[in-house]
C-alpha cells in the first residue's frame, strides 16, 4: 500500500464518498448532501492507496473544549489494516483540548473502544428518519 493522507476536500469524488458510507451501513444521502456536511466540518480526513479514495472521516467542533466525530468509513478490503486508527487519531490530533463523542455503525463499537472511547450512559438521538435509524440499529 501507498498511503496518502489528505486534510482538504479538494478534488474529493462525492459520489464515491456517499457509496462507501452506503456500503459499510451507514448514512445514505446524496453525494452533495455529504460533500455539503464535510466541508462545513472543523476537521475532514481522506486516505488514499495511491490515487484510490479508501477511508475518510471528519469532525465537527467548538474548536475550544467539544467535538464529534462522524462518517468515519473504510473500504471492506482495507479494514482491519490501521487506517480507522489513524483517521481518529488525526482528528483527535487535530482537537487536542476537546472531549470528544461519536457515534458508531452497530457492530463497531469495539473498535472505538481499543482506542480508549468509552459508552455512554447519557446519549440521547432525535433522528430526522428516527424508525430507519431504530431498523437499522442505532437507537433503542
Known sequence: MNLKIQ????????????????MVGMATYAAEIHKKAFENSHTV???FDDDRL???????????YQGAIYDVAILP?????????MIV???KKSLQNCN????????KEQ????????RMKTGMALFCNAADMQKR???E
Request: contains cysteine; aromatic residues 16%; glycine residues 14%.
Open 100 to 107: 470528544l463523542i461519536l457515534y458508531a455503525a452497530p457492530g
Open 137 to 139: 440499529g442505532f437507537t
Open 7 to 22: 486534510f482538504d476536500c479538494a478534488n474529493i469524488n462525492w459520489d464515491l464518498v456517499s457509496g462507501t458510507l452506503k
Open 111 to 118: 473498535f472505538y473502544e481499543k482506542l480508549n472511547f468509552k
Open 45 to 47: 480526513v481522506f486516505i
Open 54 to 64: 479508501i477511508g475518510f472521516g471528519r469532525a465537527i467542533s467548538d474548536g475550544a
Open 77 to 85: 478490503e482495507y479494514q482491519g489494516q490501521g487506517i480507522g486508527r
Open 89 to 91: 487519531d488525526s482528528i
